[in-house]
T-cell receptor
Framework: EDQVTQSPEALRLQEGESSSLNCSYT??????LFWYRQDPGKGPEFLFT???AGEEKEKERLKATLTKKESFLHITAPKPEDSATYLC??????????FGAGTTVTVRA | SQTIHQWPATLVQPVGSPLSLECTVE??????LYWYRQAAGRGLQLLFY??????ISSEVPQNLSASRPQDRQFILSSKKLLLSDSGFYLC???????????FGEGSWLTVV
């Protein structure tokens, strides 16, 4: 049973073209929702943790928001260096994260 | 600050050979430790986690095993590799249950 679904699978943007990535989840008793950035051949790099609906976090051109059923990662005026795969994960007990398959973002100059 | 080291970065092994991937964490005590595997186009799959020395929980039945001989050392092993063991393996740590999990750089394993 899929607990975390990310969409779209791939996103091609022009530099400066803002967009949003979606992460929907079906777990009950959410303990936290995590966003990671992963570059090719590298381990995921932590970006944000969100704990409750209505919470927002920002870092440079990235902004993450959370509702009761989904999270959005907004990329404002992206640059080519924002090209990466963005992973969403949810924590539903003390030790485990359930990951989505990721959204691969390509930003063209 | 905390750092996590994982090695080797890449590994090409024949079918039936043994495997040992090692991971160490610095700058923290009694971390939770994890081994994940990432297949192309799929999410990360949790293989093992450990909350203390000698305490290993397995998430999926498979050809692999894990050990934690020291507080900040985590080892992924296999006695006989299968072709299906090929993939990208990631070690990770957290400071406690429910907290953010931080990943190492990963190890590419190709079984030939």
């Amino acid at each position: 049973e899929d607990q975390v679904t990310q969409s779209p699978e791939a996103l091609r943007l022009q530099e400066g073209e803002s967009s949003s990535l979606n992460c929907s989840y079906t777990v009950s008793g959410l303990r936290g929702l995590f966003w990671y950035r992963q570059d090719p051949g590298k381990g995921p790099e932590f970006l944000f943790t969100l704990y409750s609906a209505g919470e927002e976090k920002e870092k440079e051109r990235l902004k993450a928001t959370l509702t009761k059923k989904e999270s959005f990662l907004h990329i404002t005026a992206p640059k080519p260096e924002d090209s990466a795969t963005y992973l969403c994960a949810v924590s539903y007990n003390d030790y485990k994260l359930s990951f989505g398959a990721g959204t691969t973002v390509t930003v063209r100059a | 600050s905390q750092t996590i080291h994982q090695w080797p970065a890449t590994l090409v092994q024949p079918v039936g050979s043994p495997l040992s991937l090692e991971c160490t964490v610095e700058g923290t005590s009694n971390p939770n430790l994890y081994w994940y595997r990432q297949a192309a186009g799929r999410g990360l799959q949790l293989l093992f986690y450990s909350v203390g020395i000698g305490q290993i929980s397995s998430e999926v039945p498979q050809n692999l095993s894990a050990s934690r001989p020291q507080d900040r050392q985590f080892i992924l092993s296999s006695k006989k590799l299968l072709l299906s063991d090929s993939g990208f393996y990631l070690c990770a740590w957290s400071s406690g249950g429910g907290n953010t999990i931080y990943f190492g750089e990963g190890s590419w394993l190709t079984v030939v």
